[in-house]
């Protein structure tokens, strides 16, 4: 959490102090003299920096000393770069941008995909943003579910992307696959993302047309991009309504380490606020993390990052059988998760990126059974990219997925144990070709083999990118997505071929000045889907995704403002599971808008943040046979938070506060059935509502940096 706070702090107006301090000002134009706006100014290394206004200008104050580089970014153009010394005296430049005429990006192919990151020249948010959105609470899921494309199913909390099923999303870090990526919970207590976005420089939110280097995740692609070299010595400390959490990173000449603890106890916090749901246990959540980084003599780069936390929850829960009684549920799980990278060039021509990830998660749950449940999860990618020729930039790769799962069951005098495992080799090959400067293209194809079924299986993928103007451009993707069933369907019938999607978008987008409006279409059809057909399991279903997003930011019109709107609309019916006839899925809405807004007050060296969300209502079904029910109330929701920067003895300090649902809207997510119908035949049914109506968050974060080593 605590670089969260580190960057908003980069946003703030500096806190008056003693401290030293240097103020630089100048213009950025282009080649004929033109302002540009919205350019990126900032220390490389620090978290110092601005953008330029609608004048070109710009200026921001450090209390860094010494020897910098200023760095000068803005899509379309040539990055510029140059030393300067901080040394308490003002500094003034006047820049001039290049444009990229030579660079493979000088166009991006977007269709598919919205990027955050430092250095992308396709950006559309970045790291700063996924973390300060009001209602997300630091969480990378809650943050991208303001995008479009992105479903809210308020009582699951995972992602849900277009029509598609939370397990056809998948992520990936450093290339490779990770399991599980959510904590475990129980039904209807929404799920959270196990990893900070702040851990990562950049963040590809894929809604479909991915690239070829990425496999297994039939509508959607969560692709991190780890950290480097982290670039100061800090101590951070955190105190929390829900918790508290200390860490250290330290920094030497081409070495950082960086430990962590974390505690999280919701037990104060449930006995303040009215809860819908008995809890016996309230849930409590202990762990660590060791993030290494390593620069070599030869210029490569090791990477380690390993994790591991333990959680623990128990409460009462309808009894699925009769679900106005109750019964007792208890939940523990221990999560473990170990990357180990490395990246390098071999000679001047090729770049080599290596992963080798490892993933167990273990789930024990107490209830009228004991049930327990462990996945283990290697994964292991290399990946060799070159240009091969003016314009031609070649990737070539393998992956390496072996998965296990064992389920064991235990009742009264019964018990059953039933275990999977599901090796999977890949390879893919691919080509971005800059045919002009307004011209790119990315044809690539990926080959996998599932060694349980003797399943080879080829998935061509291509897009372009074409720039229609100064600041527009147009993008069309299309490709071939398999992925594995999931493992309680491989239980039950483990010759079960991949699933498989076929995906086509187009979308058009114009970015100008610090503005950024997209219009993207999509087609997706389903084949192979599993459907159940009493105890049978088979690959007979099959449906269609299709709709249209609509997503606008502006950075400039409001002054210290910045807000988007992104729009949703889902048309979608699949064959699937235990519906034998095409219907809407339960966690589909046809309409979907986000809007988003951030107000930074320099006088109050304060960040306020609003959410506000609305969807349509959602089918839910009927136990008996796959009638609809009925409808899910709209989800509404409208979060507030608010984060404030001071000192505590010296140390940069924030205290925020954060509150979801704020007017209390009433949203219900369907009918909970009973399993065996009561005396008069019916089926006894309680209303799925949210485990509170509001959440709220409240915190301070203290960070401790070395000397002359700011935090800004």
Known sequence: MRYFYLLLISQMALLATGASQTIFTGKVQDKKGEPIIGANVYLVGSYDGTVTNEKGYFEFTTTETGSWSLAITYLGYDKWESTVVANNQPQQFQVTLLEGANQLDAVVITAGAFAAGDGKKSVTLNTLDIVTTAGASGDVIGALQTLPGAQRVGENGRLFVRGGAAYETKTFIDGAYVAQPYTSTVPNVPARGRFSPLLFQGTTFSTGGYSAAYGQALSSALIL?????????????????????????????????????????????????????????????????????????????????????????????????????????????????????????????????????????????????NIKEQQQSWTANAQLSTEIQTGHLLRMGLNYIDEHWAEQLEIAAFSADQRIQEPLLAAYIEDDWSVTNKLITRLGTRMEYRSTTQEWSLSPRLSLAYKTGTYSQVSIAGGRFVQTPTEQRLFANPNLQSEEALHLLANWQWQKAGRTLRVEAYEKSYRQLVLQQEATFTNEGGGYARGIDVFYRDKLSLKNSDFWVSYAYLDTERRFDQFTDPVQPNFAAKHTLNIVYKYWVPRWQSMIGLTGVWASPRNYFHPEGTAVAGRTSPFKDLSLNWSYLTQIKGHFTVLHLSFSNVPGFINHFGEQFSQQPAADGTYPAITVRPPAKRFAFVGLFVSIGEEGASLY
Request: hydrophobic share 30%; no cysteine.
């Open 225 to 369: 991009s780890s950290e480097d070299l982290a670039p100061h010595t800090l101590t951070g400390i955190s105190l929390m309504s829900v918790g508290g959490s200390l860490s250290h990173t330290q920094r030497w000449e081409n070495t950082s380490v960086a430990v962590s603890a974390d505690y999280t106890n919701l037990e104060p916090y449930l006995h303040l606020v009215p809860q819908d749901i008995q809890w016996d246990k309230a849930p409590k959540t202990a762990g660590g993390q060791l993030i290494m980084r390593h620069q070599t003599r030869s210029g490569g780069l090791l990477k380690l990052q390993a994790q591991h936390h333990r959680s623990s929850m128990a409460l009462r829960t309808p009894s699925p059988l009769q679900v106005t009684d109750t019964i007792a549920v208890g939940l523990e799980n221990d999560y473990t998760y170990t990357g180990l990278g490395y990246q390098t060039m071999l000679g001047n021509q090729w770049s080599l990126k290596t992963t080798l990830a490892y993933t167990r998660h273990e789930d024990r749950t107490t209830t009228i059974a």
